[in-house]
């Protein structure tokens, strides 16, 4: 199992400009959710979703979108960038592993973006 | 609301023990978690414990629950220096099953 993968690594973005993260995961965990984690801080939760089709705000969601068309991905799109984005995003998943569910969140490596 | 709250820094000589201290409000908290970060990297589970657990010891780690104050420890035994990084405590929102994260407590880790 790969885990929890996300793409890009890094990105550059200029104002005003959009893209989408993307996130991935092989475990089938039900729940999935996006992160922001600015420096010297803890994880905020922007997004989270409790299965397919399922998407709720977190704390801060204002300039972000999400998605969940199937259990694997749940991609994170930003539409009009601003420099108060910049940060790291961090995908992670939970839910049953083995039969078992135990609540555990499994963090993708994430991605850092920088808005100039 | 619901808050967790870490020192930021902690220094050690390696062979000492290190212990990480979290503080956190919402006493209808499940499962608490710690996370360790290291540079560059994802955020990585290493030990969480149940709330009705005061103890959980897993090789050199140590966590340790005090419910009535609402304080959470980690202990770390023989600290190395690939122990170095940064230390985040979480809780399980009781109401909500969201995790709310302290600042993240960076560990240095003196040869």
Same mark, same amino acid.
Request: aromatic share 0%; no cysteine; glycine share 8%.
């Given at each position: 199992n790969a885990g929890v993968t996300q793409t890009p690594k890094f990105r550059i973005l200029k104002i005003g400009q959009s893209m989408t993260l993307q996130c991935t995961q092989?475990?089938?965990?039900n729940y999935m959710y996006w992160y922001r984690q600015d420096p010297g801080m803890g994880l905020k939760l922007i997004y989270y979703s409790v299965g397919a089709g399922i998407t709720d705000k977190g704390e801060v969601p204002n300039g972000y979108n999400v998605s969940r068309s199937t259990t694997e991905d749940f991609p994170l799109r930003l539409e009009l960038a601003a420099p108060s984005q910049t940060s790291v995003y961090f995908c992670a998943s939970s839910g049953q592993t083995s039969g078992i569910y135990t609540d555990t969140q499994y963090f993708g490596p994430g991605t850092r973006l920088t808005v100039l | 609301g619901e808050d967790v709250e870490q020192s930021l820094f902690l220094s050690v000589r390696e062979g000492d023990s290190s212990v990480i201290n979290c503080t956190y409000t919402d =006493? #209808? #908290?499940t499962y608490l978690y710690w996370y360790k970060q290291e540079p560059g990297a994802g955020l990585q589970l290493l030990t969480y414990i149940f709330s009705n657990m005061d103890m959980k010891q897993d090789q050199r780690l140590t966590v340790l629950l005090n419910k009535k104050d609402k304080h959470l420890s980690l202990r770390i035994a023989d @600290?190395? @220096?690939?122990? =170095?990084a940064i230390y985040f405590c979480a809780e399980r929102s009781g109401n909500t099953g969201k995790l709310i994260f302290g600042q993240g407590t960076t560990l240095q880790v003196k040869p």
């Open positions: 092989d475990m089938n965990h | =006493s #209808s #908290s @600290t190395q @220096t690939g122990d =170095s």
